[in-house]
């Protein structure tokens, strides 16, 4: 089994700065990919940002220039930082994992999301 700690959502205004992060931890051999998507209300799940073993990032056209995703791999944790937030970053955030577990099979897992609103 494999746990998602997430944590660093809440209230900013716009123009501010918020820092996401998700530890994994468990039965976890590899980690391959390491992402954040969000859900605003009525709308569908969307990839925010992604990283992968190796280090090649992934950005929706949204957050690129603002959001910037990084990892520690000694700790198996990934991060968002958020800055220039605008009222349309409003959303849960999800943190996503793709990993090989202890028996040599890719899994995908997620995290129970965080809410992140932007209003002044």
């Known amino acids: 089994q494999v746990q998602l700690v997430e944590s660093g959502g809440g209230l900013a205004q716009p123009g501010g700065s918020l820092r996401l992060s998700c530890a994994a931890s468990?039965?976890?051999?590899?980690?391959?990919?390491m992402g954040w998507y969000r859900q605003a209300p009525g709308k569908e799940r969307e990839l925010v940002a992604s990283?992968?073993?190796?280090?090649?990032?992934n950005y929706a056209d949204s957050v690129k220039g603002r959001f910037t995703i990084s990892s520690d791999n000694a700790k198996n944790t990934v991060y968002l930082q958020m800055d220039s937030l605008k009222p349309e970053d409003t959303a849960v955030y999800y943190c996503n994992v793709v990993y090989v577990d202890d028996g040599r099979y890719e899994r995908v897992y997620w995290g129970q999301g965080t809410q992140v609103t932007v209003s002044s």
């Open positions: 468990g039965r976890i051999f590899i980690l391959n990919a």
């Open positions: 990283i992968i073993r190796g280090g090649r990032t």
